[in-house]
């Protein structure tokens, strides 16, 4: 089978639809071109790549958090005793289907934050849409409190969750020590209605981020569909960029993302802070029995370490790269018949992926329960989206099971993630380049994959726990309401 030949798809008939089309694809592609070239240099000449905290080269950080450029996950920071009372936004919350990674996220940091004993409350909708005649209070658990204000479609109607907020705040006469907001949950221009407008906001994706998605599947797709989003995304970024600054306090889950903020959209270097994402390391851990169990249930020959086992998971939809791993694994397996490929999660590429014979296992979607033992199956997780904005999920949750990953090489994964080789595989967003990748990690075979796998381990160990993640936010939320919680280190401090 050869790689995919672009200048052999139908293009329109019409030479006067081409002609006119051509100049603006053209030029928006080099536009976009230049800015993604710019932006590289400012990427990956600032980055700290180090996973630990200190070091000779990288001395233990002494002074203000405000003042960090590193994520906040790295620092040893000590549990605290004084409560805080938040209002946070969200988009949604896990109930009864399978969560995403927002809802995953949004869970497991909030009922972290609550463990500890802080007063959360939690304006969102309920992650399957459902529709309620009336706004209630979802749950109330210790000291967790979610609130459903859903519209007719089921999404989050802003106007009445602030309407909840605002006869909730100073209840007891005690208003909320902060407020917080998952992305645009609360609009930039209802900011000036909190008290002191002092909000922050974290962002899992952002304009600029998503300009180079669709340059990527521009590139990827060619001629096959012009896309007509493009003439659209510049004046939109040029607005995010504008708005962004009506909120005080940015929390970004990348490195990559800080670098943008504060030298594209201009925002305040103490504004903009880097707080990566985390999972529950109890549920996600290394577990060889697990994972034979599960390829025993699927029907995964054992081959005495001859056998190479790939998986990949998520929402099996085409910006996440589905057709690029399809095409990829259509070559490896004609050359290499002894690897496997495990599919989790639903949607129109599952089909796709069954026409590739025996050697793919289709498994639908996954209870949570189950995915632990689906990434222990594995001798390598690959994530071959085409998204390259937010940090997604899946490659930690399979790093902390002790899995080497296949990723692009988009800065947001090589700044935090994949920072370097002994963590896996980088590949340019193409059939070749990810064809080649593969073709690297069946060479390396099975015992180099395992001690990739074990520095992966003990990366997420020290970088991507709930427990860090929740402790990085408890501290940012205590350094706003108080400066003398903004010094590091402070007794408590490890």
């Not at 409190?145 to 479609?153: T, V």
């Not at 909730?168 to 900011?191: A, K, M, Q």
């Not at 490896?332 to 002894?338: C, D, F, L, S, W």
Request: glycine residues 6%.
């Amino acid at each position: 089978m050869a790689f995919k030949n672009h200048s052999s798809r139908i293009v329109p008939s019409s030479s006067s639809s081409v002609s006119t089309s051509l100049p603006f694809r053209f030029t928006t592609i080099i536009t976009l071109a230049l800015i993604f070239c710019s932006s590289y240099y400012i990427f990956f000449s600032q980055f700290d790549y180090s996973p630990v905290t200190s070091s000779l080269e990288n001395p233990p950080f002494v002074g203000d958090l405000r003042d960090l450029t590193f994520p906040w996950n790295k620092l040893s920071l000590g549990p605290i005793s004084e409560k805080l009372k938040l209002a946070v936004f969200c988009k949604s919350w896990p109930v009864g289907s399978i969560p995403g990674g927002m809802e995953r996220h949004a869970y497991t940091l909030y009922t972290s934050l609550a463990s500890r004993g802080h007063e959360v409350h939690v304006f969102t909708v309920s992650s399957d849409k459902s529709n309620h005649e009336n706004i209630q209070e979802y749950y109330n658990k210790g000291d967790l409190h979610i609130y459903f204000a859903p519209n007719k479609n089921g999404v989050l109607n802003q106007t009445q969750a602030f309407e909840i907020f605002q006869r909730i705040n100073g209840v007891d006469d005690h208003p909320f020590d902060y407020v917080h907001t998952e992305s645009v949950s609360l609009p930039h221009w209802r900011i000036k209605m909190v008290p002191k407008g002092d909000v922050a906001v974290t962002w899992h994706g952002i304009w600029y981020e998503i300009i180079h998605s669709k340059l990527f599947q521009e590139l990827y797709y060619s001629n096959e569909h012009p896309s007509s989003d493009l003439e659209q995304m510049m004046p939109r970024l040029v607005n995010e960029i504008r708005f962004f600054s009506s909120y005080k306090h940015h929390i970004c889950i990348s490195n990559s993302a800080r670098e943008v903020l504060v030298n594209i959209y201009q925002l305040p270097k103490r504004n903009v802070h880097v707080i990566v994402n985390g999972v529950d390391q109890n549920k996600f851990v290394y577990s060889p029995e697990s994972g034979a169990r599960f390829r025993a249930k699927h029907g995964v020959p054992d081959g005495n370490g001859t056998v190479i086992v790939m998986g990949v998971s998520g929402r099996l939809v085409r910006d996440k790269g589905h057709p690029l791993l399809y095409e990829a694994f259509a070559l490896i397996a004609k050359t290499h018949p002894q690897v496997y490929l495990l599919v989790a999660g639903s949607g129109p590429w599952g089909r796709r992926y069954a026409e590739l014979g025996e050697n793919v296992r289709v498994l639908g979607s996954l209870e949570p329960e189950e995915l632990s033992g689906f990434y222990n199956a594995l001798d390598v997780f690959v994530n071959p989206t085409l998204r390259p904005q937010g940090l997604d999920l899946t490659i930690i949750e399979a790093m902390h099971c002790g899995k080497p990953v296949v990723a692009p090489n988009y800065p947001s994964i090589v700044g935090t993630v994949v920072v370097d080789e002994r963590f896996g595989y980088t590949f340019s967003p193409n059939v070749r380049s990810l064809v080649e990748t593969l073709d690297s990690v069946v060479r390396d075979g099975s015992s180099v994959l395992e001690i990739k796998g074990k520095a992966c381990k003990g990366y997420a160990l020290s970088m991507f726990t709930a427990t860090q993640m929740a402790s990085a936010y408890e501290r940012f939320f205590m350094c706003m309401k108080n400066d003398r919680y903004c010094k590091y280190p402070l007794p408590i401090d490890n």
